[in-house]
């Protein structure tokens, strides 16, 4: 009985320090008490009766022995009910320390793989504090075998992306020179670009309404502050890898990009002001008709899912707030920007009532 119990009792503590989750404490618990109950009953048979033939020892030893009986029977049910679990807990609880040095290994083996010439990299030098911290952790959760098996995880992703950024470093310094003449292509091409917004913003005075183009007045200034930016973080970025830094170029690349970007988005701000102004000046019922359709269609919905009462009167209202966007559209310069977000907001709501009645079934 005793060595059955101790092969259970192992296995279940491998599964509780593993899985928790799995509670084979709980369900062990009443088998373990009644193995130490025959043992006991054993222990006090031994001690008073040792060598003593009387009725009373006899007795008490046949219950010492039907009680250590029935005890190994309910170790074996306990354990042929939860083998698998048991076995498999056991044997991953006795392969966590290899699991540990197996990971600390690999962590050496990937800091071995750095080259000198290299080293100085930021992204280098990242993955292997990243290595490092992966492993004091995994140092510090050695007898927590749970703990141990994620940390020695982390320690071979950790490694693992080490061993890719040494992998990348090699080519880091043509892939800097590449983006270093990308950018420079690119600011060339959006300058070129920014040339358009003061003719394009001269339109828009010119043929609509001051209002229509009152958030754009500051564009052409900040488009061109966003390219003399490019301009410095491309000059810093071709010292950076002069200095033998690449790394440090392609960030400024990065950022080079980025400024770029936001010029782009504050040029075309501006010429699709136009475009879309002048093709609302060209047909004003058009985008208002897409919007009363929407109205009639979520009309259509409150009315096929009995929800009139919840939604008509909403609903209602906004044909009101239709009729009220189009009173912008007088004058000589109608404001066609104020009428369109009008629209817009309208057409916003709309969805929104349209989205709660479909989900209210």
Known sequence: MDKRQSIASAG????TALRP??????????????????????LTATDRFDGITTAAARSAFDNATRLLHNASAAVDRFYDAHRGTLEQASAQFAATPRLVQDALKEADAARATVDEQYAGYPSLRLAWRELDSATTQLQSNQRDPLRARESAAQVRERAAALRAAVDSAPGR???ARTALSSVRTRIEAVRTRSEGIAPAFSSLLREFNAKSSADLSRNERSSARHIEQADEDLR???????????EQSLDLVTQARQHLSDAEHLVDAVTDRVRLLRA?????????????FKLRDAQQLAINRGLVAEWGSVLDAQLARIDRASTALTGTHP??????????????????VIERMRSSH
């Open 12 to 15: 279940v503590e491998a599964s």
């Open 236 to 246: 810093a970025a071709r010292s950076a890898l002069d200095a033998g830094n690449p």
């Open 21 to 42: 989750e799995d509670r084979l404490a709980v369900r062990w618990a009443d088998t373990e008490k009644q193995c130490f109950d025959a043992g006991a009953a054993y």
């Open 173 to 175: 310094l043509q892939e």
């Open 335 to 352: 404001d066609y920007w104020s009428y369109l977000q009008d629209l817009d907001t309208i057409s916003v709501f709309i969805a929104g």
């Open 280 to 292: 609302v000046k060209a047909d004003p019922k058009e985008t208002e008709n897409k919007v009363r």
